[in-house]
């Protein structure tokens, strides 16, 4: 094989693939609530959705929940697997939706750099310490003022937590916050989100770091918050995520956000404590 050839070959490695239509949903709503006027104010608006797995559906949907905010939106779905990449192109919808062969390097077919890169069910299947290069290659191909959102969901998308990643100092990843969700009709403990955490914080949730002492304060509100139970889940976590706030912990977002089954938090408040694995340069 040539170095060219090698160099051509994608960054990464073939994930499971697994998916289902509306996997994705909670994240698409937050990225389209969130970076809302990031895509509007955009010259060029690219989005790439990478690793979208053995079927296309969810990239196909990230492209309409996305077009309602900016039509002309363009969407990348990049897989590793030329098998996917093909079997996706009768999906596909160009310009503005389309499918290629890639990983973390993120080729962008037509030029251009992803205002948003949406990497859900990806870094999962990788290593702890994978993690941090791999967020360094992502945000170092954001356009600027653009945004990496990294996590993982439950096969049915009604479970699920991500972190919104940005480009730093001297190109350093630089998250920003941690953002859990949950389907509140089911809800019967919020720590159940642990096993959905993203890989920078799945084997953190131990005593001594500080995403657990987020869960264990949550649990410990949903519980105090068990009288409003009476008026449904949805009032009970309003009272749950207020009672943490009041706590000191950094909850972003408004009641609207929170109505949703959505809890942001400042990163800094659930980082690793081990800066050799965290490198978070806070």
């Known amino acids: ?24 949903r ?3 709503r937050w990225v389209v609530h969130t970076h809302r006027r990031l895509l509007r104010s955009a010259e060029d608006p690219v989005v790439v959705d990478l690793g979208y797995g053995a079927h296309p559906v969810t990239t196909v949907e990230l ?10 939106v363009r969407v990348v779905g990049l897989e590793i697997d030329q098998e996917r990449v093909t079997a996706a192109a009768p999906h596909a919808a160009p310009p503005r939706l389309t499918f290629a062969r890639g990983g973390f390097e993120v080729p962008v077919p037509g030029g251009g750099s992803p205002l948003l890169i949406r990497a859900f069910n990806v870094l999962r299947q990788y290593d702890e310490a994978q993690v941090w290069p791999a967020w360094s290659r992502l945000v170092g191909r954001l356009a600027p003022g653009g945004a990496l ?5 439950n096969e049915l998308g009604r479970l699920g937590s991500w972190i919104d990643v940005r480009r730093g100092a001297e190109g350093h990843p630089e998250p920003r916050s941690l953002t859990l969700s949950w389907r509140l009709r089911d809800l019967e403990q919020p720590s159940v989100v642990a096993e959905r955490l ?8 131990v005593p001594g770091e500080r995403v657990h002492a987020l869960l264990t ?3 410990t509100a949903w519980a105090r918050a068990a009288g409003h139970a009476a008026y449904g889940a949805r009032q009970r976590f309003l009272a749950a995520v207020t009672d943490l706030r009041s706590q000191g912990w ?6 609207h956000r929170w109505r949703l089954g959505e809890l942001e938090i400042a990163w800094g408040a659930v980082a690793p404590a081990d800066p050799a694995v965290s490198q978070s340069r806070r």
Do not use: F, Q, W, Y
């Open 63 to 72: 492209h309409a929940r996305l077009g309602a905010v900016r039509p002309d």
């Open 1 to 24: 094989m040539t170095g060219a050839a090698r160099r051509s070959r994608p960054v990464g490695t073939v994930t499971r693939g697994t998916t289902n239509p509306n996997r994705l």
């Open 250 to 255: 950094p909850v972003l977002g408004s009641r």
């Open 149 to 153: 959102v990294e996590g993982t969901c």
């Open 26 to 28: 909670r994240v698409d």
């Open 198 to 205: 993203p890989k920078a914080l799945i084997h953190r949730n």
């Open 217 to 219: 304060d949550l649990d």
